[in-house]
C-alpha cells in the first residue's frame, strides 16, 4: 500500500522558516517524481513544486520561488519542503502527492494526508 | 500559464441523479487533464486520468470526455458518497501544474 506521511508543519512568525517532511513507502520512492501542493483554508488547490526522480530538477511556483526549497533523499524515502521568509499568505496545508509514472509533470495519483502550516504573529 | 475555469462552482443534487462539471482549459490541453474529487479535511483523490482514464479502484459511474479546451466530469447516478468537492488539473504544459477552482457537490 502506498503511503505518504507529511509531518514538520506548525505555527511560524512572518519571516520565519519551516521544513516539511514526507515519508514514503509501499513504492519504489527513487523512480517517481514528487510534488507539493498547496490549499489555503476554504480555498482551493494550488501546485507550490515539483522535483524529479534522482533530486536533478527542480521547479516552483512563482509564489514560492527563491524562498522554498524542494528537495529528496532516496536512501531514506523522504521528500522535504524548506520554506524560509514565510508570508501570511503561505498559511495553507501542504500535501506531497507522487506523480505517475509519466516522463514529465502529469497526474498526481498518491496524496499525503497533509500538514497545516499557519503564518501568523 | 494555463488558467483552467471549472463550472459550476457548485451544485445541488440528489441521488441517482445523473451530474456533469464542466473544466475550459485557457488554450487547447490535448487531453493533458486530471480529475480529482475531495472530501472534507481529506486529501484529495485522483478520480480520472489523460481526460477520460478511470483510476484503478474508481467506480465506473465516474466518467470523462473532451477535448481541445472543454471537458466534462460525469457522475451517473449519485451516490451519498460522491458528496464532495472536484477540481480539474491540467498538465500539458508545465510549470506549473494548474487547477480549476473546484465545483461542491451538495446534497439536494
Known amino acids: 500500500e502506498v503511503l505518504l506521511v507529511e509531518s514538520g508543519g506548525g505555527l511560524v512568525q512572518p519571516g520565519g522558516s519551516l521544513r516539511l517532511s514526507c515519508a514514503a513507502s509501499?513504492?519504489?520512492?527513487?523512480?517517481?517524481?514528487m510534488h507539493w501542493v498547496r490549499q489555503a483554508p476554504g480555498k482551493g488547490l494550488v501546485w507550490v513544486s515539483r522535483i524529479n526522480s534522482d533530486g536533478s530538477s527542480t521547479t516552483y511556483a512563482d509564489s514560492v520561488k527563491g524562498r522554498f526549497t524542494i528537495s529528496r533523499d532516496n536512501a531514506k524515502n523522504t521528500l522535504y519542503l524548506q520554506m524560509n521568509s514565510l508570508r501570511v499568505e503561505d498559511t495553507a496545508v501542504y500535501y506531497c502527492?507522487?506523480?505517475?509514472?509519466?516522463?514529465?509533470?502529469?497526474?498526481?495519483?498518491?496524496w499525503g494526508q497533509g500538514t497545516l502550516v499557519t503564518v501568523s504573529s | 500559464d494555463i488558467q483552467m475555469t471549472q463550472s459550476p462552482s457548485s451544485l445541488s443534487a440528489s441521488v441517482g441523479d445523473r451530474v456533469t462539471i464542466t473544466c475550459r482549459a485557457s488554450?487547447?490541453?490535448?487531453?493533458?487533464l486530471a480529475w480529482y474529487q475531495q472530501k472534507p479535511g481529506k486529501a484529495p483523490k485522483l478520480l480520472l486520468y489523460?481526460?477520460?482514464r478511470l483510476e484503478s479502484g474508481v467506480p465506473s459511474r465516474f466518467s470523462g470526455s473532451g477535448s481541445g479546451t472543454d471537458y466534462t466530469l460525469t457522475i451517473n447516478s449519485l451516490q451519498p458518497e460522491d458528496f464532495a468537492t472536484y477540481y480539474c488539473q491540467q498538465y500539458y504544459n508545465t510549470p506549473p501544474l494548474t487547477f480549476g477552482g473546484g465545483t461542491k457537490v451538495e446534497i439536494k
Open positions: 502527492a507522487s506523480m505517475g509514472y509519466c516522463g514529465g509533470d502529469c497526474y498526481l495519483d498518491y
Open positions: 509501499g513504492f519504489t520512492f527513487s523512480s517517481y517524481w
Open positions: 488554450q487547447g490541453i490535448s487531453n493533458s
Open positions: 489523460a481526460a477520460s
